[in-house]
């Protein structure tokens, strides 16, 4: 395992019975980097994060924390770590301050060092004016910001968001979002950010891991999944091109005519080469003018690496 890396894992497993909630997945998360864990529901997201979170074993493979093997060192982990959980587990019957400040004890941190942090993090928050109020009647984004504040209060090494946007409205996800963003870029922590919306990996993360059904479908920079996943070209081509677009459809090309007889846009399956594109044009008598790629956004990658669309037809 590579001596640097925050998190790592190789083929690490996790089955509940006979089914298998998470399997053989690889990724490694490096310090100061925003880490994306990007799936559909069901993908095995949670179930990967609760066992970086040392909340659940793992069925075979490895993982190694900090460091660490969670199986051997869950406690020297839980003391260096924040974590986020899907649902707010609050006290709602306490106050903003006491939320933090307890839970800050937990670590057996001095007493004063847990005031000032609390201090610190209620500004972070932009819960200052909050401190005295119970939980209870905090609106969802105010409860999600204290969240994460109380998972900061041991400055942890690396903080864990599972879904953090959950049930946020617009203002409050907005708000989320950015207080994410400084964490990462401001203040230099390492996150790990499981999510099935599109944008909140976009706005935060640099690196992104896209899961389906407990299996990896792409990791790596958004940009560099972009390149390899890349599905739609511009052709432009000169010759007669009838049989050399019946051959691209013959091969499992999508052709998306637009009315001109030299050009159209495609669609390829993940394992063509642009190399195909210049063989089939020479078997028809056709040159190729032009053939270039069209940048996909986010959502039009998301959708192409998992194979909704392909899905969907069967």
């Not at 074993?57 to 969670?70: A, F, I, M, N, Q």
Request: with cysteine; aromatic share 6%; glycine share 10%.
């Amino acid at each position: 395992m590579e001596a640097d890396a925050l998190v790592e894992a190789k083929a690490l497993t996790k089955r509940f019975g006979s089914y298998v909630a998470v399997d053989g997945i690889d990724f490694a998360v490096q310090p100061g980097e925003a880490f994306g864990f990007l799936g559909p529901n069901g993908a095995g997201k949670t179930t990967t994060m609760r066992m970086i979170a040392c909340v659940s074993p793992r069925t075979d493979g490895r993982l190694s924390v900090l460091g660490l093997d969670p199986q051997t060192h869950a406690a020297q982990i839980k003391a260096r770590i924040g974590v986020v959980p899907q649902l707010d587990n609050l006290d709602l019957e306490l106050s903003v301050w006491d939320n933090l400040v307890i839970y800050g004890r937990y670590f057996g941190l001095p007493r004063a060092d847990v005031r000032a942090r609390a201090e610190e993090l209620l500004e972070f928050a932009q819960l200052t004016d909050r401190r005295n109020d119970r939980v209870d009647p905090l609106s969802g984004g105010m409860k999600r910001r204290l969240t994460i504040a109380r998972a900061l209060i041991n400055n942890p090494e690396l903080l864990l968001l599972d879904e953090p946007t959950a049930g946020l409205d617009p203002d409050g996800r907005d708000s989320m979002l950015g207080l994410l963003r400084a964490l990462a870029a401001r203040h230099g922590k390492s996150l790990i950010l499981s999510t099935h919306l599109l944008g909140d990996i976009n706005r935060v993360c640099e690196q992104v891991i896209i899961v389906d059904r407990g299996t990896v479908l792409g990791v790596g920079k958004i940009s560099e999944l972009r390149a390899k996943h890349q599905g739609r070209y511009r052709l432009r081509w000169q010759g007669v091109g009838t049989s050399f677009l019946a051959a691209l459809s013959a091969e499992g090309v999508t052709v998306e005519a637009n009315g001109r007889p030299d050009e159209a846009v495609v669609e390829v399956p993940a394992t063509w080469t642009t190399r195909r594109f210049f063989e089939l044009a020479g078997q028809r008598e056709v040159t190729l003018r032009d053939l270039s790629p069209l940048e996909e956004d986010l959502e039009e990658l998301y959708h192409r690496v998992i194979g909704r669309k392909s899905r969907a037809g069967t």
